[in-house]
Each structure stands twice: as C-alpha cells, then as structure tokens.
C-alpha cells in the first residue's frame, strides 16, 4: 500500500497492479524495492473505490499546488503532505487513532486487509486477484 503510485493504477480498467513493498528498517530509514513476478499482483477495484481514489489524487494535486515548493513529487498514491513516502510505523500509529476514534476494536493493517476482503466479497466483487 505504502508502495502504491498512480501509474500503478489504470482507470479505464479499474485495475491496480501491485509491484512493490516497502519495508521500514528504522523509523528514519525505508526501504522500497520490486517484488518478484511471483508475487506481483493485479485487483479489479470496485467502481466506488475508484471514485475515492481518483478524488484523492485530486486532492494531492491540489495540495501540490499549494505547497509547490515544499512538495516532493514521487507519483505515491499515499504520502505525506509533502508528497514523501509514509512510514509503516505512522501508518500504523494512524491506523489506532482513527480505531480510537470510531470507538472500534484496535486492528492491525492485517486486520483491515482480512476484512476489507470480507465486505468485498459481500458486495458481489472477486476478492480474487490475477
């Protein structure tokens, strides 16, 4: 996910190609590489998934615009408010705020993955991917 650019993403298809991981060596020091064809994967989105996501990179653009000299464009779908690439432990730390919150059980992001699979698949998609 932290990986995820929006070349990465054809609209026309709804399809998202998963190419990479990022894995978090320290706080301070990430790393991005491609995985193997193995394991590389393609997800047809639901049609509203791809609304969201589109109005997302709208937003980013115009934060881009806002922020222009301060922004470091690197085509990541999910970044900081700078453009950068997010940390897994933000991410996570994130993650059990917004938990907080809504006053839910604390999940982890494999937890949100098992369960987005789940209501996926009750709303008719194929949580199959190719």
């Known amino acids: 996910m932290l990986s995820l650019r929006w070349h990465d993403l054809n609209g026309e298809t709804r399809v998202l190609s998963i190419l990479r991981t990022r894995n978090s060596l320290s706080e301070k020091v990430n790393t991005e590489e491609e995985v193997a064809p193995s394991l590389q994967r393609r ?5 509203s998934l791809l ?6 990179q709208e937003e980013q653009r115009e934060m881009f615009l806002a922020e222009s000299e301060g922004w470091s464009e690197k085509g990541l779908i999910f970044s900081t408010a700078a453009g950068g690439p ?3 432990a933000h991410l996570r730390q994130d993650l059990l705020q917004v938990c907080r919150e809504a006053e839910v059980p604390l999940l982890s992001l494999h937890d949100v993955r098992n369960n987005t ?3 996926l698949f009750s709303l008719g998609v194929d949580p199959r991917v190719w």
Request: net charge positive; proline share 18%.
């Open 43 to 47: 997800i047809k989105l639901p049609p």
């Open 117 to 119: 699979t789940c209501i």
């Open 86 to 88: 997010l940390s897994p």
């Open 51 to 56: 609304e969201a996501l589109l109005r997302h």
